[in-house]
């Protein structure tokens, strides 16, 4: 079900001059330079976070060691470790040995994919822009061109993947990149001048949730154009902005839970504003909508 909600700014405020306009980015991942979030690790903790298998957790653990949810892997793979051992099962009655069918093996680049320069062609570079986009990656225009927008988005997902930051891709990484799974739901926040802003969520892909956020917005902004955040399967957002003296600012922020969103918004106001104590939390969403529950 898609939903949609939207606030309007408070009245006509007297403005002597623009004040501050700020965006913060914020998307998750892995500690480091990036901002960019990464909807893989997401999607993997979501499927791993309630097994009872420790082996489940160790894998998320192997593939993000300083995760987002690391330390919560750390503590639900201590808890399932003092988990008493299950009853050993009856033994059950022989039977013939049946024909073993062969069980595909995991893909593995072969070594003569590494190091091949894979982005020679305008095609696979708009390949390559159009998954990042739908990864949740800014490339900045869908050219088919290696921009430095697109090079920079590279290179944070390389950052995400552990791999080294080039800004360009070989044969194995395009691989890799190929086989991921894209999000399939996603949220999106808009706001512009004054608190005009908008969110909508339960959108099936980034560009359709990021056109309607904005589409909204752009009705409680007198038509202006609003900036967007977007964010995918169970990611939320939230927006901290103040208004006061003839001053503004909006910071957008993107986390795992609504509850970090919503600290992390708060903080960024804070932390910039000229009236730190006229900060709040504007609005709120989760991409699944989990933040109506």
């Known amino acids: 079900m898609r939903g949609r909600r939207a606030w309007r700014g408070a009245g006509p405020v007297a403005v002597t001059r623009f004040g501050v306009f700020c965006l913060a980015l914020a998307l998750l991942a892995v500690p480091g330079p990036t901002n960019a979030q990464d909807p893989t690790e997401?999607?993997?903790?979501s499927m791993v976070k309630e097994s009872r298998k420790a082996a489940d957790i160790k894998a998320y653990l192997e593939a993000y060691p300083r995760g987002t949810y690391a330390e919560a892997a750390r503590q639900r793979l201590s808890e399932l470790e003092r988990l008493p051992a299950p009853p050993p099962r009856p033994p059950q009655p022989q039977r013939s040995p049946e024909p073993a069918s062969p069980t595909p093996a995991p893909y593995s680049p072969p070594p003569s994919a590494v190091g091949v320069p894979a982005l020679t062609d305008a095609q696979v570079i708009r390949e390559v822009q159009e998954r990042l986009y739908n990864l949740n990656y800014d490339v900045g225009s869908i050219n088919g061109r290696l921009t430095e927008e697109t090079r920079t988005a590279i290179r944070q997902w390389q950052n995400n993947m552990q791999r080294p930051q080039k800004g360009d891709m070989d044969l194995e990484e395009l691989t890799v990149l190929r086989n991921i799974r894209l999000p399939?739901?996603?949220?999106?926040?808009?706001f512009g001048d004054r608190g005009a802003s908008a969110v909508v969520w339960n959108r099936g892909s980034r560009q359709d949730a990021v056109a309607a956020a904005r589409t909204d917005c752009r009705g409680r902004n007198k038509g202006a154009e609003c900036k967007a955040l977007s964010a995918a399967?169970?990611?939320?957002?939230?927006?901290?902005?103040?208004?006061?003296?003839?001053?503004?600012?909006?910071?957008?922020?993107?986390?795992p839970t609504l509850g970090q969103a919503?600290?992390?918004?708060?903080?960024?106001?804070?932390?910039?504003?000229?009236?730190p104590d006229a900060c709040g939390v504007r609005i709120t969403f989760c991409a699944d909508g989990s933040h109506q529950q």
């Open 42 to 45: 997401v999607a993997f903790w």
């Open 184 to 190: 399939a739901i996603w949220g999106a926040i808009a």
């Open 233 to 255: 399967e169970t990611a939320c957002g939230a927006l901290g902005f103040y208004m006061a003296g003839g001053s503004w600012g909006a910071y957008a922020i993107v986390r």
């Open 262 to 275: 919503t600290a992390v918004a708060l903080e960024q106001c804070r932390q910039q504003a000229r009236r």
